[in-house]
């Protein structure tokens, strides 16, 4: 089905789509924002969450009325996440880092991969308050602002930066998990940071500023762009227990390489999140 698809149509539309909704997201960032709690105190949805999720999935369907979708906030509400079938899939986060908008903290994205046949062919990440752009299209390179990335080769532990997040919950056993591994992080690894957007932590492994990301409790919507940028820019994105990513799984390890991935998958304590996205 991939050949029936323009993947060259999807991409620039998508670009376009990308920038119009920044231009949204970027003005509403010059203020605190008001929000709403969706399935705790910290996990949060905004009006331009919602309004950025129909501006992108209306601008698609113009161009391509028969493709699905996987978006954050429709997951949110109604029927749960779409089920991932064969046919083009837009997986979308409209805004990646929500806790920072609503802060005015100006590191928030546009998160959209497309799938077909359940391969992701399309990533883009945008963080349109400071102009950073992140595209890959399967077999074709990651890129930057439309220049080419790598990732950054590093192989050791003890030299690695790692990215990170609390996540979106204040559940107690997840708390402690995640408090548990940061410790483990903090007496091996060169650095640890929680920037507050699971999208851009990976973006940052693809530009080779970050050499590892972890996270358990992210969904499908917040990795499925950065899975594919990761990968085009040579670097591994795996299951955090050493497998193979399960993008449904709420679980994703991405690293600069194999070996540094599989050293952290060692150390990591596991955590299993309930309901998967499927
Ligand atoms: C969340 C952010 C956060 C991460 C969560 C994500 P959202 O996405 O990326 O940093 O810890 O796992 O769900 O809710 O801001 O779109």
């Known amino acids: 089905m991939a050949d029936s ?3 060259g149509k999807c991409f620039e539309i998508i670009n376009n789509l990308t920038t119009e909704a920044g231009r949204l997201i970027a003005r509403n960032n010059e203020t605190r924002q008001e929000f709403v709690c969706k399935s705790g105190d910290i996990d949060l949805v905004t009006q331009t969450d919602q309004d ?3 501006l992108i999935m209306n601008g698609i369907r113009q161009h391509f009325p028969d493709h699905k979708f996987i978006g954050e906030e429709e997951s949110s509400t109604g029927n749960g996440v779409n089920k991932l079938t064969d046919a083009p899939t837009w997986i979308i986060d409209p805004v990646d880092g929500t806790m ?3 802060h005015a903290f100006p590191h928030s994205c546009i998160s959209v ?14 963080n349109p308050m400071l102009e950073q752009r992140f595209t890959a299209r399967r077999g074709q390179g990651a890129y930057y602002n439309g220049r080419r990335i790598q990732a950054s080769g590093q192989r050791e532990i003890g030299k690695a930066l790692v990215v ?3 996540g979106t919950t204040r559940d107690e056993q997840k708390l402690q998990l995640v408090n548990e591994n940061f410790a483990k992080m903090a007496r091996k690894v060169h650095g640890l940071r929680a920037l507050g957007s699971a999208a851009l932590n990976m973006a940052m492994v693809a530009l080779g ?8 409790g992210i969904h499908a919507w917040d990795v499925c762009a950065g899975d594919l940028i990761v990968r085009e820019a040579g670097g591994v994105v795996i299951d955090p227990a050493g497998g ?3 993008i449904m799984s709420r679980r994703v390890l991405a690293a600069a390489t194999p070996e540094l991935a599989q050293d952290i998958a060692k150390e990591l304590t596991q955590y299993y ?3 998967r996205d499927d």
């Open 5 to 7: 698809v323009d993947l």
């Open 52 to 54: 950025v999720e129909k």
């Open 100 to 102: 920072n908008f609503v």
């Open 113 to 126: 991969g497309l799938k077909v046949n359940k391969v992701t062919e399309i990533g883009i990440i945008y």
């Open 164 to 166: 990170s997040e609390f």
């Open 209 to 216: 500023a970050a050499d590892v990301n972890y996270e358990f």
């Open 244 to 246: 193979e990513f399960d």
């Open 273 to 275: 999140p309930q309901p």
